[in-house]
């Protein structure tokens, strides 16, 4: 306690709001309330110049790497996990059923390109998330023939007579993945 108080005293040049302009910072991780007057104590009695400041430590969510513990998976092997067990009903995973390779739906950081089903039509696109939840929104812009997306645009303007629909899926675009970049700037030049 002694040197870093020494330490703390030598590196003083700081100057704020408090008694005098330089009055000399030490940061210590809280502990406890008792320990943390006690030290209170030992510190004003040894230099009146230090001024303590007590710091939580890192909070859970620092300490946590990512949200999710487990890796991602396709719903279609989930759904073959759960046939093998005898239940289960069937799972959609749209990005498989454009033609994705077994687990390339969980993917992510990807430039990926779909061609229109009806008239081959291409569209290069990008996303840092999961090609799966991507492509599940390129199918819900297609069902209702947003313009403010381009397959809901191509839909309407291009195939206003096709239904998209999810019951008895037939796939909208076929797709595959291009390419992965960890990057947006290497994904989208």
């Excluded at 069902?143 to 909208?172: I, L, M």
Aim: glycine letters at 4%; a positive charge; charged letters at 30%.
């Amino acid at each position: 306690l002694t040197r870093a108080i020494e330490r703390a005293s030598s590196k003083s040049s700081i100057q704020g709001p408090w008694k005098s302009p330089a009055q000399a910072i030490l940061k210590l991780p809280f502990i406890s309330d008792p320990l943390a007057t006690r030290v209170s104590q030992r510190v004003r009695k040894y230099s009146p110049d230090v001024r303590l400041v007590f710091t939580s430590g890192q909070s859970l969510k620092q300490l946590l790497v990512r949200s999710s513990f487990c890796p991602r998976v396709c719903p279609r092997d989930v759904q073959r996990a759960k046939e093998k067990r005898g239940r289960g009903k069937p799972m959609v995973c749209r990005a498989c059923d454009a033609g994705m390779k077994n687990g390339e739906c969980v993917k992510k950081n990807v430039v990926y390109c779909m061609s229109c089903v009806v008239c081959d039509e291409l569209y290069i696109g990008e996303t840092e998330r999961p090609v799966r939840d991507r492509f599940q929104e390129h199918f819900r812009d297609a069902k209702a023939r947003a313009v403010r997306s381009p397959w809901g645009a191509h839909y309407k303007h291009e195939h206003p007579e096709v239904t998209v629909c999810a019951t008895n899926f037939q796939p909208f675009c076929c797709a595959k993945i291009l390419g992965r970049e960890a990057s947006l700037p290497s994904r989208r030049y």
